[in-house]
């Protein structure tokens, strides 16, 4: 087996970039390498700067605590890089156009202004045109230090989106109250399904240096409103709860503290065993309760904000409570109550399955957590992935949200592009998320939104959350390409907001990133919606899933049928013969859609309401079977196919067109990576409808092109070395 | 066992520079993060801009070929940014103050002044101050477009370092024609013995996307005349000269190309069986060699200057010839003869020892390769490490190095610091390159330097050479740290000409890197220049040699003898007892003196002729032996590991001397670094002491502190995630 994937042209053409970068070294330029992210505060245009310049003569802001310092110091510097020059900082306003920052505690200018600041909670801010000590301001309140940053990053954000600063009057605060990245880092660096350099933690040197980057990392964060992150992998190593590993942690912590934001980090379950010399993890025994209590203390002597832990147990052969009996819930309430006296959380996966247990792997996590509902602490949260299988382009979301009323359950979507072309491939994840938070699980009736579910309206839960596994790592674009940078942006804006719009929020990181001009935003935005379902059409249309390489998951291989358990294998998953196609999870099949709220399992049941979009996750049918457009499904699904490749050459063509609007560096390496999308979107089509017709025998439907290889040329083709495995 | 190495301060002191970066954010300045190398062109001082700017009026020089467009490129940058504003550019000269570039064939200026170009070979330059057509000029000429390149990066080098302009008249062309980087980076993006994040080389998205990183690599290189680059590791894996990489490497190739860098590749010798599909690799076989000469002639259809092979066959488990019964001769010479049609080299590695061998390893690759002097085709270079043993803090010169005048030896020396405390301890390689190159092998003679050994003129060799094994990764400075990058700079100058200053060569790299200013450049060379003899002192003084840590190579580990093999365990090399300590190779022991030149032998042979830096290198002595100095063996053995530390803190105390004459993100990492090696220093000194204390009983000189932890303390870290594995 060899891997030729990229043997479709003779000649790298990688290598014009080269030259033209040659061409660019001439002028010791800003380097639009992207490492500022959408924090670029590049100048805006002159009738902007005048505009905004008299709204912004001066900062008055105390700095007396590593927060408001974090603030003030990014009002200066985006304000410097808008505006063009720095304006002056006082600890009074003293002219017109101040913009006056801080809590009542902390100024008393804001003190005198009487704000109602009630309903903004701890993390809230307001934003409004005042008059301060007889001067026109704009003021940023809040009721803490961080409300007061979050404040001056939305305040920057308006400018840096040309939005006015007149008679401003603006309230936010957060619906969700955990805002964090998952870090799915190994200690020795690597990032497991990471497709952007290394870690960016870096253990080896940690306490003693910390990078400068874990501040920048911070305030990207801070900027979209991220409240904390879990360092390490889920599938945890018990060595980062040694001592010498919490230094390094709490070494972290200190970088992100000012900036708002927690650490987290992943416990193996049976760390009491590995690194506490214990014979058992067992929850429910007393020296294990008391090893983890002792080691809670231990930590929250080192952070005493640390935020808490995040748990993967009895998944994909990680320890858990079942290796003694116990429940799920036994095992979270067991850390629950370690954690419990300092305030700390623990998040636990839902994400269990198990190739010994005989039932369709999409129902396993409902039927095994269904029945622990109001078993769990109060400081528990049930952290369940979007879809009831895993992060596949496009899947129902999980029956679990709305089916445990008395649990909060707090998402985990994911930000990194495992199934979806790792680094190079443009998929703005807005549209998924935002499918998934609007879909309504009528769990309370109509209405019953998987965002109303995670927020807490549904239910009345306080403590909520949502989780992003991080596309972060070392790499100097932080993400491994541009587009991937928005998903990161996304992801923390609808953490903020689950009911936000995922194209108003593309259109404010495409400004604030790339270009305020219209002429620019306009066609990008229309690329980043149209790019998750040109994705799913070229990788797994109407409802297909799982099809991806065995292992690194990469590239198309529905033959496989080697992996290591029955339900890492494709042919699992699609269920093809002669005959037909799907997996049949109606009443007449597995009945996964047994697991949904009446009405909702009531439409996936019946084939005349079903969207097509989830056809054959949820049925078994003929290739000849008539869809609602009148084709057979085989003509569907290799329209669909051909669609999703089309759909990339548009994305391909929108981008050249905008060559000259947008920075050398950026554009290129973005045009570089349309290309490897383009043919790669061509080889899951291609190699896709080689194998269903290997199957199916049927023609291809007419002005459908052949596939351009045999489907022995697709089966031959190897990546020994794809990143993120 | 605990990694409890770091444990030394309770409360992370990284956290006041995560303060510092906050308040450093206020100002959108330029970053100096270490990227630009020292090819920073920050503007010079108003006395020294004017001074040149009336040498820098234009630039006449044609860009019609890459490497041409390369030098203008970087002249306009140079300029731009030394003298705050660029310089015209001209097609001829119009003004005084012209810089004229490029090669008789290529500028009519330049052919009409009739310059005597003979002696500068295919990559020397000259830099005279002439007239040209009328006007007062600096003119950068050479007989290659390679050599107006280098001729460019000298002149703003000479511009960095605040030399004049006035009357130049300046002649240089590399001593040495080979002057490559190694990198042993896998194609996973791990890279052996690399401490500066993963490979430069993103194989996974060659060729489609060729990262601008590459150009600035090459420039890097460029502007200190670094011609090559093996671009994988030389445990090599075949899969590398596959088609489908073959084409990322000529991706690689194509960037590198117009800065005068040729890539080679590190080849398996089994490769024939492994992609081949033959079921011999033996060098003798027809269809082998039909192989070789087949994949030879493919790569250079892609890759029309390829620049040949990088082998290390039968040496640590890999492949070679001797699998067949063949000699390392007939292994080099069937790949040099599948080169030779195309102009391609063998470089063969004589790092050869094993553990089956009873005889002292510092002895084997003498015994294997000397016999085969005068065996080997003219285009192969017999690689050689610069000491017997491995890339240690000091070794004695090889005793290849003029004991084979019919073979063309090249130097290899280890630039990634494997054994010498990874990226965070300071030590300035200079010193040791310098060291080695200056030795005397007496071969023909008093003055038969290794340098002379080297550079081909002992026994006149045209075909020559110097590797350095890179220390380059993804981390944002190249290097893992500032000083690191010295290294690389002081390899590339000592290729060009191996018998340049090591001091003056660091004095030029501080003025380019780090300040122009002599309150900053007197000290830093000084602290450079004391490094490398600090490192020997603390880890293995008076010739003692390999006693770090197994597998890893970190930190001290003398009483390991736990190793996979005999001879990778520190045991094998101290031979310490109650009694005394040092490894025989006197004519009483191993002998290994006998493989150097007579005079050389009889100085390391003889007790009062050999210098104390290589005592326990050569000779077995009682722990009261009776130095020169007058102390014994022991009190000068510990008086040198303390002495160690002492220079560290020295080095420490000068840094912080300097805080704000250094821009503050590299003063601030330096100073990070320099307390992990004060640390670490103290360690290596106090675990070593402590050891040797084990086994002879002997108490501390007087004065001497008594390690701070016991031996089992030290015994008792582990290091499971050190990088670089």
Same mark, same amino acid.
């Given at each position: 087996?060899?891997?030729?994937?990229?043997?479709?042209?003779?000649?790298?053409?990688?290598?014009?970039?080269?030259?033209?970068?040659?061409?660019?070294?001439?002028?010791?330029?800003?380097?639009?390498?992207?490492?500022?992210?959408?924090?670029?505060?590049?100048?805006?245009?002159?009738?902007?700067?005048?505009?905004?310049?008299?709204?912004?003569?001066?900062?008055?802001?105390?700095?007396?605590?590593?927060?408001?310092?974090?603030?003030?110091?990014?009002? %200066?510097?985006?304000?410097?890089?808008?505006?063009?020059?720095?304006?002056?900082?006082?600890?009074?306003?003293?002219?017109?156009?101040?913009?006056?920052?801080?809590?009542?505690?902390?100024?008393?200018?804001?003190?005198?202004?009487?704000?109602?600041?009630?309903?903004?909670?701890?993390?809230?801010?307001?934003?409004?045109?005042?008059?301060?000590?007889?001067?026109?301001?704009?003021?940023?309140?809040?009721?803490?230090?961080?409300?007061?940053?979050?404040?001056?990053?939305?305040?920057?954000?308006?400018?840096?989106?040309?939005?006015?600063?007149?008679?401003?009057?603006?309230?936010?605060?957060?619906?969700?109250?955990?805002?964090?990245?998952?870090?799915?880092?190994?200690?020795?660096?690597?990032?497991?399904?990471?497709?952007?350099?290394?870690?960016? +933690?870096?253990?080896?040197?940690?306490?003693?240096?910390?990078?400068?980057?874990?501040?920048?990392?911070?305030?990207?964060?801070?900027?979209?409103?991220?409240?904390?992150?879990?360092?390490?992998?889920?599938?945890?190593?018990?060595?980062?709860?040694?001592?010498?590993?919490?230094?390094?942690?709490?070494?972290?912590?200190?970088?992100?503290?000012?900036?708002?934001?927690?650490?987290?980090?992943?416990?193996?379950?049976?760390?009491?065993?590995?690194?506490?010399?214990?014979?058992?993890?067992?929850?429910?025994?007393?020296?294990?309760?008391?090893? +983890?209590?002792?080691?809670?203390?231990?930590?929250?002597?080192?952070?005493?904000?640390?935020?808490?832990? %995040?748990?993967?147990?009895?998944?994909?052969?990680?320890?858990?409570?079942?290796?003694?009996?116990?429940?799920?819930?036994?095992?979270?309430?067991?850390?629950?109550?370690?954690?419990?006296?300092?305030?700390?959380?623990?998040?636990?996966?839902?994400?269990?399955?198990?190739?010994?247990?005989?039932?369709?792997?999409?129902?396993?996590?409902?039927?095994?957590?269904?029945?622990?509902?109001?078993?769990?602490?109060?400081?528990?949260?049930?952290?369940?992935?979007?879809?009831?299988?895993?992060?596949?382009?496009?899947?129902?979301?999980?029956?679990?949200?709305?089916?445990?009323?008395?649990?909060?359950?707090?998402?985990?979507?994911?930000?990194?592009?495992?199934?979806?072309?790792?680094?190079?491939?443009?998929?703005?994840?807005?549209?998924?998320?935002?499918?998934?938070?609007?879909?309504?699980?009528?769990?309370?009736?109509?209405?019953?939104?998987?965002?109303?579910?995670?927020?807490?309206?549904?239910?009345?839960?306080?403590?909520?959350?949502?989780?992003?596994?991080?596309?972060?790592?070392?790499?100097?674009?932080?993400?491994?390409?541009?587009?991937?940078?928005?998903?990161?942006?996304?992801?923390?804006?609808?953490?903020?907001?689950?009911?936000?719009?995922?194209?108003?929020?593309?259109?404010?990181?495409?400004?604030?990133?790339?270009?305020?001009?219209?002429?620019?935003?306009?066609?990008?935005?229309?690329?980043?919606?149209?790019?998750?379902?040109?994705?799913?059409?070229?990788?797994?249309? %109407?409802?297909?899933?799982?099809?991806?390489?065995?292992?690194?998951?990469?590239?198309?291989?529905?033959?496989?049928?080697?992996?290591?358990?029955?339900?890492?294998?494709?042919?699992?998953?699609?269920?093809?013969?002669?005959?037909?196609?799907?997996?049949?999870?109606?009443?007449?099949?597995?009945?996964?859609?047994?697991?949904?709220?009446?009405?909702?399992?009531?439409?996936?049941?019946?084939?005349?309401?079903?969207?097509?979009?989830?056809?054959?996750?949820?049925?078994?049918?003929?290739?000849?079977?008539?869809?609602?457009?009148?084709?057979?499904?085989?003509?569907?699904?290799?329209?669909?196919?051909?669609?999703?490749?089309?759909?990339?050459?548009?994305?391909?063509?929108?981008?050249?067109?905008?060559?000259?609007?947008?920075?050398?560096?950026?554009?290129?390496?973005?045009?570089?990576?349309?290309?490897?999308?383009?043919?790669?979107?061509?080889?899951?089509?291609?190699?896709?409808?080689?194998?269903?017709?290997?199957?199916?025998?049927?023609?291809?439907?007419?002005?459908?092109?052949?596939?351009?290889?045999?489907?022995?040329?697709?089966?031959?083709?190897?990546?020994?070395?794809?990143?993120?495995?």
């Amino acid at each position: 087996m060899t891997d030729r994937r990229r043997a479709w042209h003779p000649v790298p053409r990688g290598l014009t970039l080269a030259l033209l970068w040659i061409a660019a070294l001439a002028r010791p330029a800003f380097a639009e390498d992207g490492y500022d992210l959408w924090l670029r505060y590049q100048a805006l245009a002159a009738a902007q700067v005048s505009a905004y310049r008299a709204q912004a003569t001066e900062i008055v802001l105390d700095a007396g605590t590593p927060s408001r310092a974090a603030a003030r110091a990014e009002l %200066l510097r985006g304000l410097t890089g808008l505006l063009g020059a720095p304006p002056a900082v006082r600890d009074r306003a003293t002219t017109d156009g101040a913009i006056v920052a801080g809590t009542p505690a902390s100024s008393p200018a804001i003190a005198r202004l009487n704000l109602d600041l009630g309903n903004l909670g701890p993390e809230g801010f307001l934003i409004r045109s005042l008059r301060v000590d007889g001067h026109a301001a704009t003021v940023i309140a809040a009721n803490t230090d961080i409300g007061v940053l979050y404040g001056a990053f939305r305040l920057l954000q308006r400018m840096q989106t040309g939005q006015s600063l007149r008679q401003v009057d603006l309230r936010d605060a957060p619906r969700e109250k955990i805002r964090v990245l998952d870090h799915w880092d190994n200690l020795d660096g690597h990032v497991e399904r990471g497709y952007a350099g290394n870690s960016i +933690w870096d253990w080896w040197k940690l306490p003693d240096y910390v990078d400068p980057r874990y501040t920048d990392y911070a305030r990207a964060n801070a900027s979209v409103g991220i409240n904390g992150a879990v360092l390490n992998n889920v599938n945890a190593n018990a060595t980062v709860l040694k001592q010498e590993y919490l230094l390094k942690v709490a070494a972290i912590a200190g970088a992100l503290r000012p900036y708002g934001m927690r650490v987290y980090l992943s416990a193996r379950f049976s760390a009491p065993m590995e690194i506490g010399g214990l014979k058992t993890a067992d929850p429910l025994d007393p020296a294990v309760r008391a090893w +983890w209590r002792d080691k809670s203390n231990e930590i929250y002597r080192l952070i005493p904000d640390f935020g808490g832990f %995040l748990v993967k147990a009895n998944s994909e052969g990680q320890p858990g409570p079942q290796d003694y009996k116990r429940t799920h819930a036994d095992g979270a309430n067991m850390l629950a109550d370690a954690l419990a006296p300092h305030g700390g959380i623990v998040m636990w996966r839902a994400f269990v399955y198990s190739n010994e247990n005989p039932d369709d792997r999409a129902r396993q996590a409902y039927t095994e957590f269904k029945p622990l509902d109001g078993q769990f602490r109060s400081n528990v949260l049930l952290q369940v992935k979007n879809g009831p299988i895993d992060f596949q382009p496009r899947e129902p979301f999980s029956p679990l949200f709305g089916a445990m009323p008395k649990t909060p359950l707090m998402m985990e979507f994911q930000v990194t592009k495992e199934y979806l072309g790792f680094a190079t491939h443009l998929v703005y994840l807005g549209a998924l998320y935002e499918e998934v938070l609007r879909a309504d699980t009528q769990a309370r009736g109509k209405g019953s939104t998987v965002a109303k579910v995670i927020d807490g309206a549904l239910d009345g839960h306080a403590l909520t959350g949502m989780a992003g596994v991080a596309n972060i790592g070392s790499d100097r674009d932080w993400c491994g390409s541009t587009f991937n940078q928005a998903n990161w942006y996304v992801f923390g804006r609808l953490a903020w907001n689950p009911e936000q719009s995922a194209r108003d929020i593309a259109a404010e990181w495409v400004r604030m990133t790339l270009a305020v001009d219209d002429a620019v935003v306009q066609p990008v935005v229309g690329m980043m919606m149209a790019s998750h379902e040109a994705v799913v059409d070229y990788m797994t249309p %109407l409802g297909l899933h799982h099809l991806m390489g065995t292992g690194h998951h990469y590239g198309p291989m529905p033959w496989d049928a080697s992996g290591a358990r029955a339900d890492w294998r494709p042919v699992y998953y699609h269920r093809a013969d002669r005959n037909g196609i799907g997996f049949d999870r109606s009443s007449t099949g597995s009945n996964a859609v047994s697991q949904y709220a009446p009405p909702v399992a009531a439409r996936f049941e019946d084939l005349k309401q079903i969207p097509d979009a989830y056809l054959l996750w949820f049925h078994h049918l003929p290739w000849d079977y008539r869809m609602r457009s009148g084709r057979t499904l085989w003509e569907e699904l290799v329209r669909h196919y051909t669609h999703g490749v089309d759909e990339v050459k548009r994305l391909r063509a929108t981008w050249t067109g905008l060559e000259g609007r947008i920075d050398a560096q950026r554009y290129a390496k973005t045009a570089a990576f349309l290309l490897i999308q383009q043919h790669e979107a061509q080889w899951w089509r291609d190699a896709s409808i080689a194998y269903w017709q290997s199957l199916n025998g049927l023609p291809l439907p007419p002005g459908e092109a052949a596939p351009a290889h045999t489907l022995d040329y697709y089966q031959s083709l190897a990546f020994p070395y794809a990143p993120g495995r």
